[in-house]
């Protein structure tokens, strides 16, 4: 990928790019969750209940760094630390602690209106994702569901049809699925996010957006909005 960066505008860089591009020129546009839809980790804040959020960000700090490779394994090392909180405490998390990233739904709505489909692919939990795809009116979903016994978290996530965890992988596969079953190339996909286990679905796309994201990430993305808000991508598709 070209290394030239150019500031497109202030706060929105792009390379390998000539803008402006057509928005409708794509159909599939796929986002992380956690810190790109949602302003949370929320991993990170339901282990506030546990009383371990700084042992429990330090490890998904180091996911969404790249320091440490295996995000199936890191994820699993966080949830085992969440044996016993309260689904209780997950609906606070919800209510209390969510915000919607700004400009999420203007993009959404602005790629529906101009025949994309949409997907959210999240290495979070389908507890918040389910709802956030609700929110915004999000076709399509895949992350990883939370096992509960009565009404509190085991510390383990139970296996799907389509494997056991979505990491970086699964998010690539997901998109490149969804993608051959609209019957469309991979070209004319986008993808959006923040972290390193984004960077296989961003590069597996037509067109790779970094959203306030970690260096590595914002290094290898063909936009990157690093101030304002998700519908700030509108500037570079028209």
């Known amino acids: 990928m070209p290394t030239t960066v150019s500031e497109f505008a202030p706060g929105l860089a792009i390379q390998g790019i000539t803008p402006p591009l057509k928005l409708a020129d794509y159909r599939l546009i796929a986002f ?39 995000y199936k394994e890191s994820l699993r090392q966080r949830v085992a630390l969440l044996r016993g909180v309260e689904v209780e405490h997950l609906e606070r998390v919800y209510r209390e602690r969510l915000r919607f990233t700004s400009g999420a739904r203007e993009l959404i709505d602005a790629a529906h209106a101009a025949g994309l489909a949409t997907l959210l692919v999240s290495g979070g939990f389908t507890f918040f994702s389910d709802r956030v ?17 009565d009404g509190r978290l085991t510390g383990r996530m139970v296996d799907q049809p389509w494997g056991d965890i979505c990491d970086g992988a699964e998010k690539r596969r997901t998109l490149l699925e969804l993608a051959s079953l609209m019957g469309i190339e991979p070209r004319q996909t986008i993808a959006v996010g923040d972290g390193a286990n984004d960077l296989p679905m961003m590069g597996a796309a037509g067109l790779s957006v970094a959203y306030h994201a970690k260096p590595a990430v914002r290094a290898q993305a063909q936009v990157a909005i690093n101030s304002g808000g998700l519908d700030r991508l509108l500037e570079v598709l028209h």
């Open 133 to 149: 795809k609700e929110h915004l009116g999000i076709q399509f979903a895949r992350a990883n569901v939370l096992e509960v016994e």
């Open 32 to 70: 992380d969750m956690d810190s790109t839809l949602i302003s949370i980790e929320c991993v990170d804040e339901i282990a506030d209940a546990a009383g371990k959020k700084a042992e429990v960000a330090a490890i998904t700090e180091a996911a969404m760094q790249g320091v440490i490779s295996d």
